[in-house]
């Protein structure tokens, strides 16, 4: 038989990528093929963290400041701090890995190992690859069995820190979601601190459904926290609640500046998010609130509100 | 005069129609060789003249193509036998003839069938000691005598031979054919009475097992005489070509077997050991008690030699031609005997000219061409086998 | 858990499926409706096989431990099964070699020096020393062979012991020095459900004279299937047989069994369901099936012959064969047995390279016909996967080739034998004899590497009860004269059999493809 002949009856019935319909009697029959987990090791190998450095300099860092404002605050508290750690921030936009990772300091932004949510960033061969090579990222399982056999405490134990959104996917609208609890399982049960991070502003500069910041060089603000260690004997959902005080308290400096937050903080005044209840990034609770609910305009004009730098209060009658 | 294919002297086409059948390609083309480049022509020649007493001239009506004759257009005939030629020579000795003048005891215009030798009777001399036991086959004066020297009618330039339309021939030659007995069988009577002979050459035990290696004309006929004539019990007939197993089981055949399968299927009915030596055919220890070689090639020879059991006996039927290791030969302890034409004072003739009559030999001559048409004829024959034919023959009243 | 073997409908969403052709593989599709049988999958293989076979021989069944039997001074005869499994041969170690090691290594503990090893090839042609060495291994091979490492030799009247005759008057005739041993260990793969249990001892060491009572046409036609004991005559007279042995001599059986990794790692896609092939196994397909059909034929039957199955082993049992057969059988039917729904008009087969008796060697006519309507048409339980009456479509180019050092009796069966007539009845009466006392055939069996006179006729009555039941057989892609000359047909396409098949099944039948190797044992309700 011809080569071409044999190839059109090997084709036969396969799509482009050579795979085949599943005969109807055969279906019950079928293995899930085993989820292959896509590898990153190499991704951690010298080689790559140092092509990654030189990305993250030469192009991630200087192309994301000339687009946006970027503020940076509190990354002095990192300097006493020895990996591995966790860090955690509020999510809302892609914007935010790259923010993160330009303004750490460079000996974590070397040694700093991003959650991605494999279901997307994984999903395909070419996005997983970028991901991993701009952002160090490893699949992080949202849903189904194998989230609990996470690569995270692995890396933890080879020294690698984690950046980690809490909330499990970036906001529909720039406001918080509660925290999930496995960035806290892991600091507890691996007795590693937590650096909470607030970012403000970067809904604003590029929201969901978004591939590019918003003209006009919009402010964004990073801002980090102290390092939060976890207690002897802590439960794991305290941590947890003391993780979400301090990102809202960071995000609160915003609007309150410094000290208020601070007392906001101390007063217990902070809302943070709970049962399926998303609030506003450093929103203070407020006595007289009237609705419980707060309309879905509110909440994406509230965070779309440019940041001018100025301390504000706004929602406090 | 007389219409006569003529052989002639000329070595040049001699050497040339052996060198071309020779080889590989060559050996296909025999037929055409035989037409085109051996020294045989088609000429009108003076009749053979009477030598004296005792002869008439005889008109053929029938007369075989022999495989010898083959050999010899195709240059594969022994020089060995050229002196006991005298050239130019018309070949042709299965002849059915009539006579055409009388003689004792044979009325003019008698339809008979010639014993081909030349003996010392037809030459006119003393009878050697041969000729004096009837055993005229083995002739010592061949070359002596009131004729020219020839072996046989069909190779004496003086008395003519069968394919031509007249020849000459003594009384002694002559055997009238029952009238009953068409033209088609009684020109089988000189090479059936080759094979009586040659089956009476050597003595052939009850039950015995025989090969009959090639079964054109002479190894049928041999089959037949084997089956008619001796207590043999199997008989293994070696035939190259489909139309021979049908006529050698008809004639008695045990089996018959394919040449290339010949030495395994011999070994497995005798119980043989086979072996294969580094080069050459397989062999076998243990084989078959008679082997009659009717071929005429070395080939045949060669696996005759290689079937025959120690102590074993092959015959050679046919006009041996090429060289074969004799190896088996010596180390076997074999008899190899030789059968040439008929003998026992005619004897052989008799009953060929019965046989022919009773045996199931219908359609073996198949095919008759006019001289005219004689490198047709010489191409059919050939080419017989393939052609599913056994007997090619003249026939000269055309 | 591998998942069990099931039976596919073709139907739209069908791939093309693969089908072994001799020395080769094609896609074919198949129409629409057509049933294909699929054996499970592999099951996993035991990880630590020495410890399994440790295990097995310490803790056997129905007997004292091994180490317990062995007694200084004793005759130990060690009995391996021969060349002719597993198919194709396992890749080293063979896992009859791993057994024989710790076999001997507790005969040595325990001071036997009587040791004697037999391959047990009853009359298939002796291994060569190089096939001996690879079963058994270097060490064993070093310490044993040539005084002490044998080929059983059924020819050798001296060492055959008659042991007298079974209920039924049949002869049990073994090896000599296996039947005056004082224990023999007998290590078995059983590879298809046909093997091991009592047809060990008692046909791998028999003679002829003790062959003939179950190896003839009668037995195997009531031998529905030979695949499956319960339901075999040829069964019911070895179990005869071996109880008389067992009056005799102790035998302590080893069996193993092993899963379906039937093809090494490059002809993957062999072993796998096509529409689960990845572009990798398409691409290997190609590549592999473009590079076989551009090679020489000689090198292409080389390279064929020296592939070795990375077989994971299921299952070492030990101990008395009575009770050690039926948890190998149970093995087999894990890995073979599959389920089918009735019976169909036409079933179709794809004759691999290999069968059990040309092992580095050529697989003349009528072993594909034994592979054929021997083997493959029995791998089914309670009825044949095809109708009475119904149709054989059998893919093999059945080429006029005949392996002159090991088949020489084929040669003569094939060429004068079959000639004669095809019916394994009138050839077994008035040949078989014939054939099994040549005494040439005999010389070859016992000093070259030739199978017995009398097999090729064992081949022919293998398919007795096929072509008993058979209504036609076509080959497709098979030589004409050859095919012919067996009384079958030939055809060049899937498509012309089906369309020959008419004649005989109607114009709609059903048809089932029974996708093997990897086996399956067709369990047809």
Same mark, same amino acid.
């Given at each position: ?6 190839f059109?009856?090997? $084709?036969h ?17 079928v ?9 990153t ?11 990654r450095?030189?990305?993250r ?11 946006i404002t970027?503020?940076?605050?509190g990354a002095?508290y #990192?300097?006493?701090? $020895?990996g ?17 990772l330009?303004s ?11 959650g991605?949510?494999?279901d ?18 490893f ?6 069995s194998?989230?609990?056999r996470?690569?995270?405490?692995d890396?933890?134990?080879?020294g ?7 909330e ?10 509660? /925290? ?25 500069a590029?929201?969901?459904?978004r ?11 990073v801002?980090?926290g ?9 439960? +794991?959902?305290?941590?947890r609640?003391?993780m ?17 937050? *601070? ?12 049962g399926?209840?998303?609030? $506003? ?13 707060t309309?879905?305009?509110?909440r994406v ?7 001018t ?9 | 005069?007389? *219409?006569?294919l003529?052989?002639?002297r000329s070595?040049?086409? /001699? ?13 296909r ?5 035989a ?25 053929p009506i029938?007369?075989g193509?022999?495989g010898s ?6 240059g ?7 002196p ?15 006579t ?29 000691r ?18 020219s ?11 003519g031979?069968?394919w ?12 009238? +054919? ?5 033209d088609e ?13 040659s089956v009476?050459?050597?003595?052939i ?5 025989a ?20 207590q043999?019990?199997a ?7 489909g ?17 290339r399968?010949?030495?395994?299927a011999? $070994? ?7 072996h294969?030596p580094e080069?050459?055919?397989?062999f076998?220890?243990g084989?078959v ?10 080939? @045949? ?7 025959a ?7 050679m039927?046919?006009m041996?031609?090429?060289g ?11 008899e190899?005997?030789?059968?040439y ?7 052989? %003739? ?23 048409r004689?490198?047709e ?22 | 858990?591998?998942?069990?073997? /099931? ?5 739209e ?14 896609l ?6 057509s049933?294909v049988?699929y ?7 035991i ?11 310490l ?15 004793m005759r #130990?005869?060690?009995?391996f099964?021969?060349l002719?499994l597993? *198919? ?13 090691e710790?076999?001997?290594e507790m ?7 009587d ?8 009359l298939?042609r002796r291994?060569?020393p190089?096939?001996?060495?690879r079963?058994?291994?270097?060490? +064993? %091979? ?14 050798d009247?001296?060492?055959?012991l ?11 005739e073994i ?7 004082? #224990? ?12 091991g ?11 002829y004279r003790?062959?003939?009572?179950h ?5 195997l036609?009531?031998?529905?299937? %030979? ?15 071996k ?6 001599v102790?035998? %302590?059986?080893?069996e ?13 896609f062999l ?5 689960e092939?990845?572009v990798?196994d398409?691409?290997?397909?190609l590549?592999v ?8 034929k ?12 990375p ?28 389920? +089918? ?10 004759l691999?390279?290999?069968?059990p008796?040309?092992?580095n ?22 009825k044949p ?22 088949h020489p009796?084929?040669i003569?069966f094939?060429?004068e ?8 009845v009138?050839?077994e ?13 005999i ?18 009555y ?7 039941h ?14 012919q ?6 055809a ?8 020959m098949?008419?004649?005989?099944? @109607? ?7 029974h ?5 399956a ?5």
């Open positions: 038989m011809s080569i071409r002949r044999e059109r009856l090997l $084709r019935g396969r799509d482009w990528r050579g795979r085949s319909t599943v005969p109807r009697s055969a279906e019950p029959h293995v899930e093929p085993e989820e292959k987990v896509f590898p090791a190499w991704a951690r190998t010298p080689a790559a963290v140092a092509a450095s030189v990305l300099k030469g192009l991630l860092k200087p192309v994301a400041w000339r687009q970027p503020v940076i605050e002095e #990192l300097d006493g701090v $020895r591995p750690v966790v860090f955690v921030a509020n999510h809302s936009s892609h914007l935010d890995t790259p923010l993160i330009g750490l300091p460079e000996r974590f932004a070397n040694r700093v190992a991003v991605a949510a494999s997307y960033f994984f999903d395909v061969r070419w996005r997983a690859t970028l991901t991993a090579v701009f952002f160090n990222a699949p992080v399982e949202r849903y189904g194998k989230r609990l996470s690569l995270a405490v890396l933890v134990d080879d690698w820190s984690l950046l980690l959104y809490p499990g996917t970036r906001s529909e609208d720039g406001w918080m979601n509660p /925290f999930k609890l496995g960035a806290a399982v892991l600091c507890v049960t691996k007795g590693i601190p937590c650096v909470p991070i607030a970012i403000r502003g970067s809904y604003a590029m929201p969901r459904g591939n590019w910041p918003q003209p006009g060089k919009p402010r964004v603000t801002r980090y102290r390092p939060l260690v976890p207690e002897e004997g802590e439960d +794991v959902r305290a941590f609640t003391r979400a005080k301090a990102v809202n308290m960071l995000a609160a400096e915003e609007d309150l500046g410094w000290y208020d937050a *601070l007392r906001a903080a101390a007063d217990d005044r902070l809302e943070i998010p709970g399926s209840q998303p609030t $506003r990034p450093g929103a203070v609770r407020d006595e007289n609130a009237k609705t419980e609910q309309a879905d305009w509110r004009w509230a965070s779309t509100e440019p940041l730098g100025r301390r504000r209060r706004v929602w406090r009658d | 005069m007389i *219409l006569a003529e052989y002639h070595p040049g086409r /001699f050497v040339a129609a052996r060198g071309l059948t020779s080889t590989r390609v060559g050996s083309l025999s037929g055409m060789v037409g085109n480049v051996a020294p045989l022509r088609l000429v009108n020649r003076q009749a053979p003249e009477l030598p004296g007493e005792g002869w008439t001239r005889v008109t029938l007369t193509i022999c004759d083959l050999s010899l257009l195709t594969h005939s022994s020089p060995y036998l050229s006991m030629t005298s050239m130019p020579f018309v070949p042709g000795h299965e002849i059915v003839g009539r055409m003048d009388e003689l004792p005891g044979i009325p003019k215009g008698s339809r008979v069938v010639i014993d081909p030798v030349l003996s010392c009777a037809v030459r006119g001399m003393e009878p050697c041969w000729c004096a036991s009837g055993q005229q086959s083995r002739c010592d004066h061949i070359t002596a005598g009131r004729i020297a020839g072996i046989q009618t069909g190779t004496c330039g003086d008395t031979g069968g031509s339309r007249q020849l000459v021939a003594h009384a002694s030659q002559l055997h009238v +054919v029952p009238e009953d007995l068409p069988r009684a020109v089988l009577a000189e090479p059936l009475a080759c094979a009586i002979h009476r050459r050597v003595p035990g009850p039950n015995s097992t090969v009959v290696v090639g079964a054109g004309t002479v190894g049928l006929l041999t089959l037949l005489a084997l089956r008619e004539l001796t043999v019990g008989i293994y007939v070696i035939a190259k070509h139309h021979q197993k049908d006529k050698a089981k008809a004639l008695g055949a045990t089996a018959v077997i394919e040449p399968k010949a030495v395994r011999l $070994r497995r009915v005798t119980t043989a050991r086979m294969t080069m050459g055919a397989d076998l220890l084989g008690d008679t082997v009659f070689e009717c071929t005429g090639g070395a080939s @045949g020879l060669d696996t005759s030699l290689r079937l059991r120690a102590g074993g006996t092959v015959v039927s046919g041996p031609s090429g074969v290791d004799l190896t088996p030969l010596w180390f076997r302890e074999l190899l005997v030789g059968a034409c008929s003998g026992s004072d005619g004897a052989d %003739f008799a009953d060929a000219l019965r046989l022919a009559g009773s045996a199931p030999l219908d359609g073996y001559v198949g095919t008759t061409y006019p001289l005219a004689w490198r004829a010489l191409n059919h024959a050939a080419d017989s086998g393939r052609l599913g034919t056994v007997k090619v023959a003249f026939d000269l009243a055309r | 858990m591998s998942r069990p073997g /099931f039976v596919l409908d073709v139907d969403r069908t791939p093309p499926l693969i089908m072994h052709q001799g020395e080769g593989f094609r074919e599709r198949l129409p629409l409706g049933k049988i054996p499970p999958d592999s099951l996993p293989g990880r630590d096989v020495d410890a399994a076979i440790r295990h097995a021989l803790h056997p069944h129905g007997t004292e431990p091994l180490p317990e039997l062995l007694t200084p001074g #130990l005869t060690i009995v099964d021969d002719s597993p *198919l194709p041969p396992m890749q080293t170690p063979d896992v009859r070699q791993r057994i024989i710790q076999v001997l005969a040595a503990a325990k001071g036997v020096d040791v004697e090893l037999i391959a047990a090839n009853a298939h291994m060569t190089a096939e001996l060495r079963t058994v291994g270097d060490r +064993v %091979f070093h310490a044993f062979f040539p005084e002490h490492l044998k080929n059983h030799d059924a020819e009247r001296d060492n055959l008659h042991m007298g005759k079974t209920r039924h008057g049949e002869d049990v090896n000599r020095r296996a039947a005056e041993s004082d #224990l023999i260990v007998y290590v078995n793969i059983t590879l298809t459900a046909m093997s249990g009592a047809k060990s001892v008692s046909v791998g060491l028999a003679s003790s062959l003939k009572h190896h003839n046409v009668h037995t036609r009531h031998s529905n299937s %030979f695949n499956d004991p319960p339901n075999s005559a040829m069964h019911h007279s070895y179990e005869r047989m109880g008389l042995i067992d009056e005799h102790k035998v %302590f059986t080893i193993t069994t092993l899963n379906n990794d039937t093809f090494p790692s490059s002809m993957g072993n796998k369901r096509e529409w092939w990845n990798r398409q691409a290997s397909y590549a099936k473009r590079a076989n059909e551009l090679m020489p000689k090198t292409r039957r080389r390279i064929w012959q020296s592939t070795a199955a077989y994971g082993v299921t299952g070492v049992h030990a101990g008395l064969q009575s009770e050690v057969h039926p948890l190998t059988l149970n093995n087999v039917h894990r890995q073979q047995l599959t389920e +089918v729904n009735g019976q169909s008009d036409i079933a179709i087969w794809g691999p390279y290999i069968c008796y040309n092992v060697s050529v697989m003349n006519p009528i072993l594909v016909m034994s592979l054929g309507l021997g083997y493959f048409f029995n791998l089914y339980k309670n996967i095809v109708r009475q009456g119904g149709v054989a479509i059998f893919y093999h180019p059945v080429p006029n080739e005949f392996h002159p050092v090991h009796s084929y003569d094939f060429e034998i079959l000639t004669e007539s095809t019916d394994p009138l050839l009466t008035k040949y078989e004899e014939q054939f099994a006392t040549d005494p040439w055939y010389q070859l069996y016992r000093n070259s590497y030739a199978y017995h006179g009398v097999h090729p006729f064992y081949m022919w293998w398919g007795a009860h096929a072509m008993q058979l209504g036609d057989v076509i080959f497709v892609g098979g030589n004409r004269k050859t095919t000359r067996m009384g079958f047909r030939a060049s396409t899937l498509g012309d059999a089906l369309e098949a008419k004649d005989t099944v @109607g114009s709609s039948p059903s048809i089932a493809y996708h093997a190797p990897p086996l044992l067709a369990d047809v309700r």
